[in-house]
């Protein structure tokens, strides 16, 4: 059945489901089509990829990129390589029956993470989300290093077990924030 749809593949997604939301609230259908996708999508127990493009503006580069417009409506949803759609594709679905069959073959998710706890993402630890630490040589606020700090390649994940013991793959912090994509993957 993954055969019907249209084959575009976003970084990382050949045998995942990869799913770019939005946790912004400015247009209420959107966050809650988004809201609703991700809770259809959590039902079925799979590993998912979610991309937040209000909290990561490279993922709304990469699927204007993918879709080869800059007008791009979230929530998308892609299985393995091929765009199943948004809200209402998955919606119906769902209500056929039929997307748990798309589904087929990817890892199933384990419930919670003990890092973010499911948020997936963490404050960053040197200036819990400010941006500014002391430098204490200057004797001033200063930007943080670490949460702006590009560590990390952009695009590609790479594993790191976190002191707590999660498995969780880092992207590219933004803004006081450390962004994880949390693989519950058993």
């Not at 580069?61 to 800059?70: A, D, H, S, V, Y």
């Not at 949460?147 to 695009?155: C, D, G, L, V, Y």
Request: with cysteine; hydrophobic share 35%; aromatic share 8%.
């Amino acid at each position: 059945m993954l055969r019907l749809f249209e084959k575009k593949c976003p970084p990382g997604g050949e045998n995942t489901v990869v799913v770019y939301t939005t946790t912004l609230r400015g247009i209420r259908k959107t966050f809650e089509d988004c809201n609703n996708v991700r809770s259809i999508i959590e039902s079925h127990l799979v590993h998912v990829l979610e991309r937040d493009i209000s909290m990561d503006s490279g993922f709304k580069e990469e699927i204007r990129g993918l879709m080869g417009t800059k007008d791009v409506k979230v929530p998308l949803v892609f299985v393995k390589g091929r765009l199943i759609g948004g809200a209402d594709e998955i919606v119906k679905l769902e209500e056929e029956g039929k997307l748990g069959v798309l589904f087929d073959g990817i890892p199933t998710a384990l419930v919670g993470c003990q890092g973010c706890a499911g948020m997936r993402f963490v404050m960053c630890m040197e200036c819990n989300g400010s941006c500014k630490v002391l430098d204490e040589g200057q004797k001033k606020m200063v930007k943080c290093g670490r949460s702006r700090r590009q560590i990390f390649n952009s695009r590609s994940s790479f594993f790191y077990f976190a002191k707590w013991g999660s498995k969780v793959g880092f992207r590219p912090p933004s803004a006081g924030l450390v962004i994880l994509d949390c693989f519950f993957s058993s």
